[in-house]
């Protein structure tokens, strides 16, 4: 009887985590996207291409992509196939693709 009880609790816990990651959604506020924006127009990057990788909001980048600081903002970005991705710099993970 403990020995289902034990089963029984990790799998709560195990489908508790999963739905706190699904919830750790990143949002850019308003006043942040425009300064990426604005700083994105003055300071263009060449496009790269990256064969084989599907570039969606939660993609994680491969190390080789060059990430590029925007001042006072704690994202980075870079150019994919003409389109500006936003990154999370710690996870590498794409947060907002910028058309």
């Known amino acids: 009887m403990r020995m289902h009880l034990t089963a029984a609790a990790a799998g709560l816990l195990l489908l508790a985590g999963i739905g ?43 190390d080789t992509v060059e990430l590029h600081e925007v001042p006072n903002v704690k994202y980075r970005y870079t150019v994919i196939d003409n389109r500006t991705v936003v990154v999370d710099p710690e996870t590498r993970t794409v947060i907002k693709i910028i058309e």
């Open 20 to 62: 706190v990651a699904a919830a750790d959604t990143v949002v850019i506020q308003p006043e942040q996207e425009t300064v990426i924006k604005e700083y994105v127009k003055k300071q263009p990057l060449a496009s790269v291409k990256l064969p084989g990788v599907e570039l969606n909001v939660g993609t994680a980048l491969p």
